[in-house]
């Protein structure tokens, strides 16, 4: 069921062709106006990789976080969204193949800006170890799913929760590390990012793409988002109570 | 007298009843946390690349903030007459349109406004780096003409959002065109020149260089010229958004485009 | 000679369906194909037909929301292409369904928002507020925001809301649709004290005995043109002098209707499906015994009730309809 649910929702968001372009896009104006200031700043070429690399996974986040709440918001709207919670499988479950085709599209995203920062900005990215770089992809994409995952249920109880995806567009950015160091970060800030399952994948990557051994990161975050998992799972079947009581399921 | 009536309390009106971020929960993460992350977010990574300092980018990534609402909230206070089913019922009004709908730039104006000092002041005391007390004057121009001009876009995004569905998308991508080229995290000097060119075309530029003259010791005779330039630009996409809606109000009645689109 | 306050000749309008790039598939659909008709003032006028037939087409015409194609409208006096300003002033228009409302602001923001936009004096405008919501029956509850009206109270405040700036004109654009009954009797009441009050009202419709009740004359329209106009009681006539003969049937055969209306003095046959039986509707001519004839062609078949009895106006307006 997850991987036929998964399919269907990457068909259906792929089918709304401005939805798509703006995905895709969005990010590459931040990734852009990012690679020019390291270009001002004459970064070196290895410090320019580092940015590709983190200005272009940026986009699986935005990917996620703002389609996230949204996407309960249409469900919303359609009136599906009772039709979701009616149904005999868990939410969360139901949730988890529809974040998980939005990270795919981040994905997509990705290579796109990937592509931009060869073509227009002339960084060439090399991987010293591709197969752990795709590990690392995969379960950064997977813990920023299940973040993701916790946004959308959320927004199954408080109509306004659209707004805390893109709300956290940013400071995720920030705080995971996905741009800046986090050493650079202030002290109090660390606790924090270590607490986010997409820091320990980030930092994964930057590990396989530089040869170093990943592997200690991934267990990392696979055991944070483990955690997530079960929060979210638990999150979810509170909410959707919560929602029924509080009749949010069918307001617009 | 009605015009005017129309123009303030009608685009008050409008504002409130279209404008879908309008609780709490919306408007504080929206306009208090993202812009002040944004600022910081782009600091941090001023620092990285050792490019300018931390004041450059609290500028102009507040004022830049005042695009949000400049944009979105144009869009849907115009754009939300469509989902509301309230087209025909404007359109078959005897109000005078011009008043209809600049009336409901001038909440958003504020709106952006509000946004951009909150912004500004919040993010200087975050990151320990004040303004003098003294350009606060100037700085408070030169962000009401950056908001009453990105408004002006606002209004040609918002005639767009009455025939196209997907209004949010055109407002992120506007948004997403200032933040590269306004100059709001490369100085204009270090872009190559065609995007200076297009960084001239589009509202905030000129407003966040007044905004740096001023920073930077200058005074409010220094940024007139841009302070006026920024009113060009901003009220030439004022004058084609009304453009717009007129021709799209008159192609409506010839080809029934409005209600259905 | 009573004033006409609404002069239509040789109205129609065309669209144009397809996608917008792919010219092959474009075609022009005529709605409205050239109608006349007049109303006067102070006259309850109907304009009847099914769905589809052009008449939420023609009041948008009317209105000034579309321009015709061809033909000529005036509205008190005024031609609603070249002097639609003047027209705007002084008619209303209210619309059936859900939207046109602002579902954030509450009922009375909403009337003082419309009364802004018609150029309502404001202490007029609190005044009118004020004798409308008790008109319509939402004194009370003009307060609370439109999201949570019924459609009913939507209806009345759309109502209330075309009302603001005392048009001359009323335009109801099937106004009673998705109302309850009890709901649908008050609107109807309140169109008939309107009217009293001098008001002219133009009102579509596909319910018949609304029309009935309501009108002072009717037009009925079906796919794009006028086929009768008259008093309610001339459509009555139209096939009053004439017999209907109901019969349901469990397990019709398809060949009987046509069968029947091969038959001299019929002047016309349906067919409605009603859970496990058709029933079969024939129009015919007075003093011919057709009951027998519908017997004859229906040997064979279980038949359950049969009544023969005079045209209603839903016969006439079927007649009118399925005539081609």
Redesign the interface.
């Given at each position: 069921m997850l991987s036929v649910s998964w399919w269907l929702q990457l068909k259906a968001r792929s089918r709304s062709t401005?939805?798509g372009?703006?995905t895709l896009?969005?990010p590459?104006?931040?990734s852009?106006?990012?690679f020019?200031?390291?270009s001002?700043?004459?970064?070196s070429s290895s410090a320019m990789v580092a940015t590709a690399i983190g200005a272009s996974t940026m986009s699986i986040w935005s990917s996620v976080s703002t389609t996230a709440a949204m996407s309960m918001q249409a469900e919303r709207r359609m009136g599906t969204l009772e039709l979701l919670v009616l149904a005999p499988r868990p939410l969360a479950l139901l949730l988890v193949p529809l974040i998980m085709s939005m990270a795919t599209i981040g994905v997509y995203s990705m290579i796109v800006t990937l592509l931009w920062a060869r073509y227009v900005f002339g960084i060439v990215i090399h991987i010293a170890d591709p197969l752990s770089f795709l590990v690392s992809l995969v379960v950064l994409v997977l813990s920023i799913a299940i973040l993701g995952v916790v946004i959308a249920a959320a927004s199954v109880r408080?109509r306004?929760?659209?707004?805390?995806g893109?709300?956290l567009?940013?400071?995720v950015?920030?705080i995971c590390g996905f741009?800046?160091?986090i050493s650079?970060?202030p002290s109090w800030v660390r606790p924090l990012s270590w607490a986010l399952a997409p820091t320990w994948g980030m930092s994964a990557i930057r590990a396989a793409s530089d040869g170093r051994s990943p592997w200690a990161d991934l267990a990392i975050c696979v055991g944070v988002g483990a955690v997530y998992a079960v929060i979210g799972s638990l999150l979810t079947q509170r909410i959707v109570h919560a929602a029924r009581v509080h009749a949010t399921l069918g307001l617009t | 007298m009605?015009s005017l009536?129309?123009f303030f309390?009608?685009g008050l009106?409008?504002y409130?009843?279209?404008f879908n971020?309008?609780?709490p929960?919306?408007l504080i993460?929206?306009f208090l946390?993202?812009p002040l992350?944004?600022i910081?977010?782009?600091v941090?990574?001023?620092?990285?690349?050792?490019?300018s300092d931390d004041s450059f980018f609290l500028i102009g990534n507040s004022i830049v903030n005042a695009a949000v609402p400049c944009l979105f909230a144009m869009g849907n206070t115009i754009g939300g007459e469509r989902t509301?089913?309230?087209l025909?019922?404007?359109?078959?009004?005897?109000?005078k349109r011009l008043p209809?709908f600049l009336g409901r730039a001038l909440p958003a104006v504020a709106n952006g406004f509000l946004v951009a000092v909150f912004a500004l002041a919040a993010g200087a005391l975050v990151l320990r780096a004040p303004i003098p007390a003294a350009t606060w004057g100037g700085l408070a121009l030169a962000i009401a003409v950056s908001s009453i001009s990105c408004t002006g876009l606002g209004l040609l995004n918002a005639a767009i959002a009455l025939r196209v569905?997907?209004t949010a998308?055109f407002s992120?991508?506007l948004?997403?065109?200032i933040?590269?080229f306004a100059g709001?995290?490369?100085p204009i000097g270090?872009?190559p020149a065609w995007m200076g060119v297009v960084a001239k075309c589009l509202p905030l530029t000129n407003g966040i260089q007044a905004s740096h003259v001023l920073a930077a010791g200058g005074s409010i005779r220094d940024i007139g010229g841009s302070l006026a330039a920024e009113l060009v630009v901003g009220g030439s996409y004022a004058l084609l958004g009304i453009a717009l809606l007129r021709w799209l109000e008159w192609e409506?009645?010839?080809?029934?485009t409005l209600d259905t689109a | 000679m009573v004033e006409p306050v609404v002069e239509v000749e040789g109205l129609a309008r065309t669209?144009?369906i397809g996608r917008a790039f792919s010219r092959r598939s474009a075609r022009n659909i005529e709605v409205v194909k050239g109608i006349d008709f007049t109303v006067g003032r102070g006259e309850l006028f109907g304009l009847l037909g099914p769905n589809g037939a052009g008449k939420t087409t023609t009041i948008?015409m009317l209105?000034?929301?579309?321009?015709p194609t061809r033909g000529t409208a005036r509205v008190l006096g005024h031609d609603v292409v070249t002097e639609h300003?003047q027209v705007?002033?002084k008619?209303g228009?209210v619309?059936g369904?859900?939207?046109?409302?602002?579902?954030?602001?509450s009922g009375l923001?909403n009337l003082?928002?419309?009364a802004?936009?018609?150029?309502v004096?404001?202490r007029e405008a609190k005044r009118r507020i004020g004798e409308l919501l008790e008109l319509v029956d939402l004194t009370g509850r003009e307060k609370r925001r439109v999201e949570g009206y019924s459609r009913g109270m939507r209806q009345r405040l759309h109502i209330a809301?075309g009302l603001l700036h005392q048009p001359e004109v009323l335009f109801l654009d099937e106004p009673s649709i998705g109302i309850d009954p009890v709901g649908a009797r008050e609107l109807r009441a309140t169109v008939k004290h309107l009217v009293q009050n001098g008001t002219t009202v133009f009102l579509t419709t596909h319910y018949m005995f609304e029309a009935d009740e309501l009108c002072d004359r009717l037009a009925v329209i079906t796919d794009g043109s006028i086929v009768a106009m008259g008093t309610p009681d001339d459509l009555k006539k139209r096939v009053s002098n004439g017999t209907v003969v109901e019969v349901d049937i469990f397990g019709m055969p398809d060949a009987v209707p046509d069968k029947l209306r091969d038959e001299a003095d019929v002047r016309s046959v349906s067919v409605e499906v009603r859970g496990q039986s058709h029933v079969l509707t024939v129009h015919a001519a007075s003093g011919t015994d057709i009951t027998s004839k519908v017997v004859e062609h229906l040997d064979g078949c279980s038949i359950g009730r049969l009544i023969t009895r005079e045209p209603t106006l839903e016969d006439a307006y079927v007649e009118l309809v399925n005539a081609r």
């Open positions: 401005f939805d372009v703006l896009i969005y590459m104006f931040f852009t106006t990012i020019m200031m390291y001002q700043g004459h970064a408080y306004g929760a659209w707004a805390l893109s709300t567009e940013m400071p950015w920030l741009l800046v160091a650079d970060l | 009605n009536r129309i309390l009608g009106t409008s409130r009843a279209l971020w309008l609780s929960w919306i993460p929206a946390f993202t992350f944004q910081l977010l782009f941090y990574i001023g620092r990285d690349a050792g490019v509301a089913g309230t025909p019922l404007l359109i078959s009004s005897p109000a209809l569905r997907e998308v992120n991508i948004f997403g065109l933040v590269v709001v995290n490369v270090e872009m409506s009645r010839r080809k029934a | 669209f144009k948008k209105i000034t929301l579309l321009v300003h705007r002033r008619v228009y619309f369904g859900d939207r046109g409302l602002y579902e954030r602001l923001d003082r928002y419309f802004e936009l018609h150029g004096p404001p809301r």
